[in-house]
């Protein structure tokens, strides 16, 4: 079993829609959760980062923890063509250390 | 604030040759991370450093080393390439009292 996993993708959402993004982590005891965009030759770029149970909100970007359940999950809302792009979760199993885990990442493409 | 620096951007380099890559944090960030980035693995943690210290280590044999300077910048040293050293090589950094990562720009390393 993988440490974070996320279905590869692609998922495909029409323009205008809600995108869902979801991830799940096997170490128990993480700490911090991240979520991070990345376009095709370019370097991830941080949009969220949660660390307790419950949603947290950024204009058009909801994230959700779950810690019980060990799922993490991105929603979108209003999506744009320039939403399109691989999208990685993250987390940080030790608290104090900068020791990211990724997923392999969930390829979104919004259709216009 | 000025963002994640990496030089170079793009090398290429043959097999068993060395190579040196360089990352400068943002201002006031004290902590730098390393992550090989390739198709088939993802991002993989490398190394951290705080402090011109290690302080977390990824599974990489030892070809793979770093070191970090009195003003936080880092670099990282790839010894005796190997065709499968091909990836990107990014770095993160982190300061404050927050464990959120922000990524330079990567540096492409070519092996042939």
Redesign the interface.
């Known amino acids: 079993q993988k440490e974070v996993e996320q279905n590869s993708g692609p998922l495909s959402v029409p323009e205008g829609a809600i995108a869902s993004l979801n991830c799940t982590y096997s170490d128990r005891v993480s700490q911090s959760f991240f979520w991070y965009r990345q376009y095709s030759g370019k370097s991830p770029e941080l949009i969220m980062s949660i660390y307790s149970n419950g949603d947290k909100e950024d204009g058009r970007f909801t994230a959700q923890l779950n810690k019980a359940s060990q799922y993490v999950s991105l929603l979108i809302r209003d999506s744009q063509p320039s939403d399109s792009a691989t999208y990685l979760c993250a987390v940080n199993q030790i608290q104090g250390a900068q020791k990211l885990v990724f997923g392999q990442g969930t390829r979104l493409t919004i259709n216009p | 604030k000025a963002g994640v620096t990496q030089t170079p951007r793009y090398l290429i380099k043959t097999r068993g040759q060395q190579v040196t890559l360089s990352c400068s944090p943002i201002s006031g960030h004290r902590?730098v991370?390393w992550?090989q980035q390739t198709p088939g693995q993802?991002?993989?943690?490398l190394f951290?450093y705080?402090s011109e210290t290690q302080?977390?280590k990824?599974n990489f044999p030892g070809r793979f080393s770093g070191r970090q300077f009195s003003n936080s910048r880092s670099e990282m040293n790839v010894s005796t390439l190997e065709l499968g050293d091909s990836a990107?090589y990014?770095c993160?950094t982190?300061g404050g009292s927050?464990?959120?990562?922000?990524?330079?720009?990567?540096t492409r390393l070519t092996v042939l």
């Open positions: 902590s991370s992550y993802g991002l993989q943690f951290e705080f302080r977390n990824g990107l990014l993160a982190s927050t464990d959120t990562q922000y990524f330079g720009p990567g």
